[in-house]
Nanobody
Framework: QVQLVESGGGLVQPGGSLRLSCAAS????????MGWFRQAPGKDREFVAS????????AYADSVKGRFTISRDNAKNTVYLQMASLKPEDTAVYYC?????????????????WGQGTQVTVSS
């Protein structure tokens, strides 16, 4: 059974930074692509960022490009999302997910395992 556990969420002021982590077990995720999604209150879950198996290719939503950075440490079976210049509209529950595809994809229905989510709140 694959388990993904996110951590690192919290309350941060606008303009601040946070780093989310996603630790995987039950699957050697170093062989596969990983992604981050988020869901704000009253909205659908949306793609944030993804990374291919090696970390050499990444993809970002336009809304976070230049502010967020996805990375991975395959030795630790962990994926990260470094978030900077945070805005109130970044407030959401952030989920990590894994896919059997090896490249960086955006399609939510192609991710087969999901974490429980971690809350990020950007507010003064």
């Amino acid at each position: 059974q694959v388990q993904l556990v996110e951590s690192g969420g919290g309350l941060v002021q606008p303009g601040g930074s946070l780093r989310l982590s996603c630790a995987a077990s039950g699957r050697t995720v170093s062989n596969y692509g990983m992604g981050w999604f988020r869901q704000a209150p009253g909205k659908d879950r949306e793609f944030v960022a993804s990374i291919n198996w090696s970390g050499g290719t990444t993809a970002y939503a336009d809304s976070v490009k230049g502010r967020f950075t996805i990375s991975r440490d395959n030795a630790k079976n962990t994926v990260y999302l470094q978030m900077a210049s945070l805005k109130p509209e970044d407030t959401a529950v952030y989920y990590c997910a894994t896919t059997l595809f090896t490249w960086a994809i955006r399609e939510e229905d192609q991710f087969d395992y999901w974490g429980q989510g971690t809350q990020v709140t950007v507010s003064s």
